[in-house]
């Protein structure tokens, strides 16, 4: 059984900067495709940034591009989300999540990960 928990969050002034943590338990192997999710309130949940667990080059959604940075330690079976510069706009729910996948080629939509963590709130204050 695959369990995710994010951990990281926080409140920050924009331009600030955090770094998001994904401890993953069950992940026998490296064939899952990973990413940060986020919702704000009102809104969608939209993706971040996502990365094939047996490495690739990581895909990011335009709106942080440039200031995010997804990174894997899989020695650790954990997550990162370097978030800089950020912005009021930012601030939303993270969650990291999770779906076994032999095809590096990872979705980009929500629908296709089944494993979730509870989340962690990011405030960033103007």
């Known amino acids: 059984q695959v369990q995710l928990a994010e951990s990281g969050g926080g409140s920050v002034e924009a331009g600030g900067s955090l770094r998001l943590s994904c401890a993953a338990s069950g992940l026998t192997h490296s064939r899952y495709c990973m990413g940060w999710f986020r919702q704000a309130p009102g809104k969608e949940r939209e993706g971040g940034a996502i990365?094939?667990?047996?490495?690739?080059?990581?895909y990011y959604a335009d709106s942080v591009k440039g200031r995010f940075t997804i990174s894997q330690d899989n020695s650790k079976n954990t997550m990162y989300l370097q978030m800089n510069s950020l912005k009021p706009e930012d601030t939303a729910m993270y969650y990291c999540?999770?779906?076994?996948?032999?095809?590096?080629?990872?979705?980009?939509?929500?629908?296709?990960?089944?494993?979730w963590g509870q989340g962690t709130q990011v405030t960033v204050s103007s």
């Open positions: 990365v094939y667990r047996g490495g690739g080059a990581p």
């Open positions: 999540a999770a779906y076994l996948s032999y095809n590096p080629a990872c979705a980009l939509g929500s629908s296709a990960y089944n494993y």
